[in-house]
């Protein structure tokens, strides 16, 4: 008998081998085997049994070397979700099996790690009257496949998907929430293991420790009900018993995982899933993805909107708006200086937001500040400096621009290059208030367990901290169990106009979340700081409606053939010389324009932000109405592989464009 395996590697294909006899009782397809693959070894799946193979006599298939399951562990599911992932995010089976099924997942695993003693739940788990909104939404997760929880924060979505989690794990289900990361969640953790018991809540991250990781993967193995709280990663975990998820923000961007492959998004993984197998799915939001809302509309998801406040509500925050610098600061405006002063003597907290990595090359009107933008698509624009040349660039459409720009608001002709971030806001505050404790929080802060980013959260509670400054992943770092009350948005036009069609939505939920959040606080205030106010509709904010500004910015994606009423994909392409890149951009170009034109636009060549020296980087965006035409092609491409010069990154529904 030959069967066919399939290996964790770059190709979509499978590979025959022969099975020697005294396995052909044992095999079964989706069980893992070790096979020889060129010098070495390698893990793969069974995917197909041929008991009667014909093969030239030339040929001699080498043999598998051992079977490594007893039986599937991952269940039936496991073909399914695995080929759901690798037709719509572009990528090979081998490597989504081998996440789904990682190598430390075995029979001795079950064996080892004893499943935990029955789950004890308390005769009770509300310790308080339901609100009419909560008791309508748990009244629809029961009735619906897949229902969104939609209104502010502290409005009691999150105890209304608790409440019915608990019903679930009564009927001895288990249960998955999805959370954006750990440290911005820790207060939902610390609520879901007080209520359920540490005993039988299991965390799933990079910082995990491989023990407690593999006594999680027993207890999802054995089908004992429990709660997993996890990041992107855990929507992909073999659960024998999953009957509800649950996604926490499911807006957030750090559900799609496009760094490494394979490529998926957790919230269509969990739709998918949770479907396939009858279980239910509550996405929990503030204001929800366009994505999330058009499945509203087309009837596939039933939506509740929470109507009341809970306990915890303190005020709406007030909204200023400001210009975004001043005579004394190019970040900080006078009227932001002076309300972080008067909070400062009120023994107030403070978080500034700037989301300046990878956006210092911004070229500014040095009379009023104002950006340079494109004239072909209105975007910011970045200055670049390379072959001695000196120039300015879109990073939406490729369009390249000189250094002569004429200010669209002062008509001012003398521009500068703004460089800084997060450290130099952090330098500059320190000059203007001495004697303030002021933290940093970006990427850089949070690279390792004693860099000063981990213990902000600490800082803030203790107060020991009057000032935050960070980049977007602050906004739920800082004000997790803090005083912050005066919040601010230091630079809302660079947000606005960052690379990607998704930047108006992802700058709207970041006001609606951080003034949700605001509302625990005592006269709590909220100071955005831009060039142009007519860049936004901030009377939407004033007037709690995200909904207006979801209608409109659906009505610039449908007009424009942006998702969610278009698939996009982007192919990023690297080499060590600008011709070769260009040279491989125009053939793709070329092949698109000459064989699918009538399905397809192309946007591009644009630069990627982030260039190392002497190595470029460019990207197309392709979009298209017709999925399977997009598959279509996107698996020719597959075929059709670059020169070796080239490194190619196919990602499908992109979210980074840096």
Same mark, same amino acid.
């Given at each position: ?108 695993l079950t064996q080892t790690y004893k499943p935990a003693p029955h789950l004890d739940l308390p005769l009770f788990y509300n310790k308080g009257p339901l609100t009419s909104s909560q008791k309508e939404a748990i009244a629809a997760a029961e009735a619906n496949q897949t229902v969104l929880f939609e209104g502010p ?178 970040? #900080?405006? +006078?009227?932001? $200086?002076? *309300? /972080?002063?008067?909070? @400062?003597?009120? !023994?107030? %907290? ?55 720009? #004429?200010? +669209?608001?002062? $008509?001012? *002709? /003398?521009?500068?290059? @703004?460089?800084? !971030?997060? %450290? ?169 324009t000459t064989a699918y034109g009538a399905y397809m636009q192309v946007e591009g060549p644009v630069p990627c932000g982030r260039q190392e020296k002497d190595f470029f980087r460019q990207y197309l965006l392709i979009k298209s109405a017709d999925g399977s035409m997009l598959k279509s092609f996107l698996q020719t ?22």
């Amino acid at each position: 008998m030959n069967v066919s395996v399939c290996l964790p590697i770059a190709l979509n294909k499978s590979f025959d081998y022969f099975l020697p006899p005294q396995f052909e009782a044992k095999i079964k397809i989706g069980l893992r085997v070790r096979v020889p693959f060129g010098k070495a070894e390698q893990t793969g799946f069974i995917t197909e049994l041929n008991t009667n193979p014909v093969l030239p006599k030339n040929i001699k298939l080498k043999a598998i070397s051992e079977i490594l399951d007893e039986e599937i562990l991952f269940g039936p599911e496991l073909f399914p979700l695995a080929k759901f992932i690798e037709t719509q995010y572009a990528n090979t089976l081998g490597e989504t099996l081998q996440v789904l099924l990682p190598p430390f997942i075995n029979k001795k695993l079950t064996q080892t790690y004893k499943p935990a003693p029955h789950l004890d739940l308390p005769l009770f788990y509300n310790k308080g009257p339901l609100t009419s909104s909560q008791k309508e939404a748990i009244a629809a997760a029961e009735a619906n496949q897949t229902v969104l929880f939609e209104g502010p924060a502290l409005c009691g979505k999150t105890e209304a998907a608790l409440t019915f989690a608990y019903k679930i794990l009564g009927e001895g289900g288990q249960v998955l929430i999805l959370v954006p990361d750990i440290i911005t969640s820790a207060e939902l953790i610390q609520t879901v293991q007080d209520r359920f018991g540490q005993a039988h809540v299991h965390m799933w991250h990079s910082r995990v420790l491989l023990s407690k990781r593999k006594a999680a993967v027993a207890d999802i193995l054995s089908g004992r009900p429990c709660i997993v709280i996890g990041t992107r990663s855990a929507c992909l975990l073999p659960f024998k018993n999953l009957r509800l998820g649950i996604i926490s923000m499911e807006e957030d961007e750090a559900f799609k995982q496009e760094d490494n492959k394979p490529y998926y998004h957790s919230r269509e993984v969990m739709i998918f899933r949770t479907k396939q197998i009858n279980a239910k799915l509550i996405l929990m939001s503030a204001a929800p993805s366009l994505e999330t809302l058009h499945m509203v509309e087309e009837g596939k998801i039933k939506t509740v909107f929470f109507k009341e406040q809970t306990a915890g509500f303190s005020a709406e925050p007030q909204i200023i708006i400001t210009p975004k610098n001043g005579p004394d600061s190019k970040f #900080i405006s +006078p009227e932001l $200086k002076e *309300e /972080i002063g008067k909070n @400062l003597m009120a !023994g107030g %907290q403070t978080l500034l937001l700037m989301n300046r990595l990878g956006y210092s090359g911004l070229y500014a009107c040095l009379n009023c500040g104002a950006y340079a933008k494109c004239k072909k698509c209105g975007a910011i624009l970045s200055r670049v400096k390379e072959n001695g040349k000196d120039y300015l660039i879109c990073r939406k459409c490729g369009s390249k621009e000189s250094l002569n720009q #004429i200010c +669209p608001r002062c $008509k001012n *002709e /003398i521009f500068r290059s @703004l460089g800084g !971030g997060t %450290q130099a806001v952090t330098e500059e505050l320190g000059n203007m208030f001495p004697s303030a404790r002021i933290y940093r929080l970006d990427s850089q802060t949070l690279k390792n367990k004693s860099s000063e980013g981990n213990f902000i959260g600490d800082a803030l509670r203790e107060k020991q901290a009057d000032i935050v400054v960070g980049t977007n992943m602050a906004l739920n770092i800082g004000l997790n169990g803090s005083k912050i009350n005066l919040a601010a948005i230091m630079d809302a036009d660079s947000q606005l106009n960052s690379p990607g069609f998704r930047a108006a939505e992802h700058f709207a939920q970041m006001l609606f979340n951080l003034k949700g959040r605001l509302k625990k606080a005592k006269n709590p205030k909220l100071v955005i700081q831009i060039s142009k106010t007519d860049l936004f509709d901030f009377d939407i904010l004033r007037n709690n409606d995200y909904l207006t500004f979801a209608k409109n910015e659906a009505e610039f994606r449908k007009e424009f053939n942006f998702p969610p009423y278009a698939q996009a994909v982007k192919i990023q392409m690297g080499a060590k010389t600008k011709k070769s890149l260009e040279t491989y951009g125009n053939t793709v170009i070329n092949a698109i324009t000459t064989a699918y034109g009538a399905y397809m636009q192309v946007e591009g060549p644009v630069p990627c932000g982030r260039q190392e020296k002497d190595f470029f980087r460019q990207y197309l965006l392709i979009k298209s109405a017709d999925g399977s035409m997009l598959k279509s092609f996107l698996q020719t491409l597959s075929k059709n592989k670059p020169p070796k010069q080239l490194e190619i990154k196919i990602v499908a529904d992109p979210y980074g464009f840096m």
